[in-house]
């Protein structure tokens, strides 16, 4: 059973960091695309991250790149999500995501 919990949440001022982290258990973990989305209030879920198995790493709104970097520790069974510069509008809740599986999400705020 796949199961995926995410950390690292907080309230922030703009231009701040956070790093996000995502533990799996149940499953291969090194074989896997992992994913990492976020929804805003009154907004639907949207892809921010996505790092295959072989490490290959891409970021996919144009409003985080060269902001937020996806990264993966095998040997830890984990899935970072590094963000910098932060701004008001990355205010969410963060998921991790691997196929149907979805972690309960970590609160992230930005906001002076």
């Known amino acids: 059973q796949v199961q995926l919990r995410e950390s690292g949440g907080g309230l922030v001022q703009p231009g701040g960091s956070l790093r996000l982290i995502c533990t799996a258990s149940?499953?291969?973990?090194?074989?896997?695309?992992l994913n990492w989305y976020r929804q805003a209030p009154g907004k639907g879920r949207e892809l921010v991250a996505t790092?295959?198995?072989?490490?290959?790493?891409?970021t996919l709104p144009n409003s985080v790149k060269g902001r937020f970097t996806i990264s993966r520790d095998d040997d830890k069974n984990s899935v970072y999500l590094q963000m910098d510069n932060l701004k008001t509008e990355d205010t969410a809740v963060y998921y991790c995501n691997l196929a149907d599986a979805w972690g309960p999400g970590t609160q992230v705020t930005v906001s002076s």
């Open positions: 790092i295959s198995g072989t490490g290959v790493r891409e």
């Open positions: 149940g499953f291969t973990f090194s074989s896997y695309r």
